[in-house]
T-cell receptor, first 111, second 115 residues
């Protein structure tokens, strides 16, 4: 298995632009998580899905953030409009029950 | 408040030496505790997972211990190698019955191994 696949690896954009991050979970995993990692706050859970249904989105910072999981093999995290304080590494992870497998992350820089 | 605290924040050791990283938590109800290794520019990778009844678990040169009474865990690395240079993150899962538990992350210990 190729593991959790995220794209793009790096994204540089200007403030106000829309950003879409993509994730392909490991086949057969029924949980999908979006995390954000910064030096100041470490890893933070944004949202997670179970069987494509959002279960807990309490970590989504603002209405500018939205996430979808249209099917078991694909999820997106969208930021619209983006702001400089959104700059971070965004990780997608998938799981069957307890053991999480992380993707390599998307390094987002908002100028 | 559910929290996970790790110490030290950073650590430098010489290749071949041993080291121990600490994790204290206040997460309740406790389900399990995991240690992850995160290489620079990569996602975290699981090293060990321990439940309430387990007090030690090994993965090669990595040995994790858990004291559920004092709510402390440690990760011991034996005969360190240059490739051990990474951030080590302690993660505690809160019990939510049959559903997946909420995970609480420590800020990590940045380990640097020098030749």
């Amino acid at each position: 298995d190729a593991g959790v696949i995220q794209s793009p690896r790096h994204e540089v954009t200007e403030m106000g632009q829309e950003v879409t991050l993509r994730c392909k979970p490991i086949s057969g995993h029924d949980y999908l998580f979006w995390y954000r990692q910064t030096m100041m706050r470490g890893l933070e859970l944004l949202i997670y899905f179970n069987n494509n249904v959002p279960i807990d989105d309490s970590g989504m910072p603002e209405d500018r953030f939205s996430a979808k999981m249209p099917n078991a093999s694909f999820s997106t995290l969208k930021i619209q409009p983006s702001e400089p304080r959104d700059s971070a590494v965004y990780f997608c992870a998938s799981s069957t029950r307890e053991k999480l497998f992380f993707g390599s992350g998307t390094q987002l820089s908002v100028l | 408040k559910n929290q996970v605290e790790q110490s030290p924040q950073s650590l430098i050791i010489l290749e071949g030496k041993n080291c121990t990283l600490q994790c204290n938590y206040t997460v309740s109800p406790f389900s399990n505790l995991r240690w992850y290794k995160q290489d620079t520019g990569r996602g975290p990778v699981s090293l060990t997972i321990m439940t309430f009844s387990e007090n030690t678990k090994s993965n090669g040169r990595y040995t994790a211990t858990l004291d559920a009474d004092t709510k402390q865990s440690s990760l011991h690395i034996t005969a360190s190698q240059l490739s051990d240079s990474a951030s080590y993150i302690c993660v505690v899962s809160a019990n939510r019955g049959s559903t997946l538990g909420r995970l609480y992350f420590g800020r990590g210990t940045q380990l640097t191994v020098w030749p």
